[in-house]
């Protein structure tokens, strides 16, 4: 009897897996056709499985697989992005743009929080998407969320708001660029300093060319890896709070941060020097890892409430739009 019931079990946990997996593959599919192209799959896949939630409900039965996609399977694709990160040339082609990087970053985090602090916003929710807009997108935000003890559907509103916004200035930023008076160099470090995630800077910077291309993506690694030191920092800054909050909540340490770090290194000095992978291979690992974190995103997205989405995340969204606003004006007077 107790057999049968673990069976059965394992067969709902797989069943949960195989649901983000099939949501995933709808974003994916959904992600190629004219105008949601634009959006990317993450997004697309978030869409569907809030509409999903709205109209069906949240499916109990399976919760324990989708709970593994959205927690486990997340920080799966965290270690794995880790692979994009070149330290090498960050260290030594790009240092001066990492004291960019990093007025960037705190600048996005304090102009989001003050913002929303000024419209009475959620600040949970303004504060991920702060991360959001100063790092990497939705990967800072699920990268940091566990840290922050967020909640996951802060993180899925968070993750689907950064997505969508940061594609709207990635377009904004290809349809001004014919008529702004920067060289294709300068053009390609306003976009990788100011956009939101590493596939709107691509988007934006190469129509202005490989070279605007390369500045723009050695830019934006600049910030993926300044997600590190900054997780750390906000773990220190979350058991000080807790203890001058004088709550027992334990801060989980982000092992899965180490794992992104040590990526991190193979990426970059051991495969292509001591391990020679052909670049449809890292290509390939590039769209499993993005795919997995799309699957984590179905997860988190499933336990978006409508209700919860008009009363919370209306005036976060205006804060870190009117953030993103002064960073791009900022960054662009100062290239």
């Excluded at 930023?173 to 160099?185: M, Q």
């Amino acid at each position: 009897m107790q057999g049968d019931q673990t069976k059965s079990s394992r067969w709902l946990w797989l069943g949960g897996i195989a649901f983000t997996f099939v949501i995933a593959l709808l974003g994916l599919g959904l992600s190629t056709l004219p105008i949601f192209d634009r959006v990317g799959q993450l997004a697309c896949a978030i869409l569907i499985a809030v509409m999903y939630r709205q109209v069906a409900g949240y499916p109990e039965a399976i919760r324990p697989g989708i709970q593994f996609s959205a927690k486990k399977l997340l920080r799966y694709a965290i270690i794995l992005f880790g692979l994009k990160l070149n330290i090498n040339v960050i260290l030594h082609q790009g240092l001066w743009l990492l004291v960019r990087d990093t007025g960037t970053i705190v600048f996005a985090m304090a102009a989001t929080v003050l913002i929303a602090k000024l419209f009475k916003a959620d600040r949970s929710l303004s504060f991920l998407l702060g991360i959001g807009t100063g790092v990497c997108g939705a990967a800072a935000i699920a990268a940091v969320s566990p840290i922050l003890q967020a909640k996951e559907e802060d993180t899925a509103i968070g993750a689907g708001i950064i997505a969508l916004m940061g594609t709207v200035f990635a377009i904004l930023y290809t349809i001004i660029r014919p008529f702004v008076s920067l060289s294709a160099i300068n053009y390609g470090i306003w976009s990788g300093v100011s956009l939101h995630e590493i596939a709107h800077v691509a988007l934006a910077a190469a129509p202005a060319g490989q070279n605007a291309l390369a500045i723009a993506l050695l830019a934006k690694l600049g910030r993926v890896f300044l997600l590190v030191p900054l997780s750390f920092i906000l773990m220190a800054w979350m058991k000080h709070k807790g203890k001058t909050e004088q709550t027992d909540a334990k801060i989980e340490f982000p092992w899965f941060l180490i794992g992104f770090i040590l990526m991190s290194l193979i990426g970059s000095y051991v495969i292509g020097k001591s391990i020679i992978l052909p670049a449809s291979v890292m290509n390939d690992i590039a769209n499993v890892t993005t795919f997995v974190l799309t699957m984590a995103m179905v997860g988190l997205g499933l336990n978006v409430s409508f209700k919860d989405l008009r009363t919370k995340a209306l005036r976060p969204l205006i804060a870190m739009t009117i953030t993103s606003v002064l960073l791009s004006t900022i960054t662009f007077f100062t290239v």
